[in-house]
């Protein structure tokens, strides 16, 4: 039972390269979200999807984009990396509707860009 | 203001004590309230929810009081185990969204 699989666990970009990050899951969660985890800051929602071709930003979108072609997967891209986007991103997925959702988070991505 | 708000702490307690967290939210239309553990380097998990009549799990209760906008987590018998950083966690409709908004975590250490 695989949750919520996030690639790579750790990267380094210089300063304007761009990546992506990818995240997959197997539970068939129709929402989907990407977080940033800054220091004292928490946890900070970047854009979430709740459900294929369905994409909306959250409150720090900027210097992100996402696509959802499929239910499982859900790529954060970085266009042109900046150092302020040195953070721990976090995937998370869980069913659209129910009352007390549950968030799966993957184990997530440490990037540093230099 | 931070849409949920929580003491960083850290709690310094040894084990077997009790200890209990707070946290405040902003949004008063918000529907769900959660806590979740994170462990050092590693993913956010769902500890419980909280429901509006209080619940317990074991050595851990929570209660939610929406007049104050209020939430707290209370651990008994603390063990060694028990330190993380405890995160809360308010769900919100009200922008037609539905999103987790966390606060920055609370962290706790148990000391022998």
């Known amino acids: 039972n695989a949750g919520v699989t996030q690639t790579p666990k750790f990267q380094v970009l210089k300063t304007g390269q761009s990546m992506t990050l990818q995240c997959a899951q197997d539970?068939?969660?129709?929402?989907m979200s990407w977080y940033r985890q800054d220091p004292g800051m928490g946890l900070r929602l970047i854009h979430y999807?709740?459900?294929?071709?369905?994409?909306d930003q959250g409150e720090v979108p900027n210097g992100y984009n996402v696509s959802r072609s499929t239910t499982e997967d859900f790529p954060l891209r970085l266009l042109s990396a900046a150092p302020s986007q040195t953070s721990v991103y976090f995937c998370?997925?869980?069913?659209?509707?129910?009352?007390?959702?549950?968030?799966?988070f993957g184990q997530g991505t440490r990037l540093t860009v230099v | 203001r931070k849409e949920v708000e929580q003491d960083p702490g850290p709690f310094n307690v040894p084990e077997g004590a009790t200890v209990a967290f707070n946290c405040t939210y902003s949004?008063?239309?918000?529907?769900?309230f959660f806590w979740y553990r994170q462990d050092c380097r590693k993913e956010p998990k769902l500890l419980m929810s909280?429901?509006?009549s209080g619940n317990e799990d074991g050595r851990f209760t929570a209660q939610l009081n929406r007049a104050s906008q209020y939430i707290s987590l209370l651990i008994r018998d603390s063990k060694l185990s028990d330190s993380a950083t405890y995160l809360c966690?308010?769900?919100?409709?009200?922008?037609?969204?539905?999103?987790?908004?966390f606060g920055s975590g609370t962290r706790l250490q148990v000391q022998p």
């Open positions: 998370a997925s869980s069913y659209q509707e129910g009352g007390q959702p549950e968030a799966f």
């Open positions: 539970m068939n969660h129709e929402y």
């Open positions: 999807s709740v459900g294929a071709g369905i994409t």
């Open positions: 949004n008063s239309a918000s529907q769900s």
């Open positions: 909280v429901y509006s």
């Open positions: 966690v308010v769900n919100s409709m009200d922008t037609g969204r539905r999103a987790l908004t």
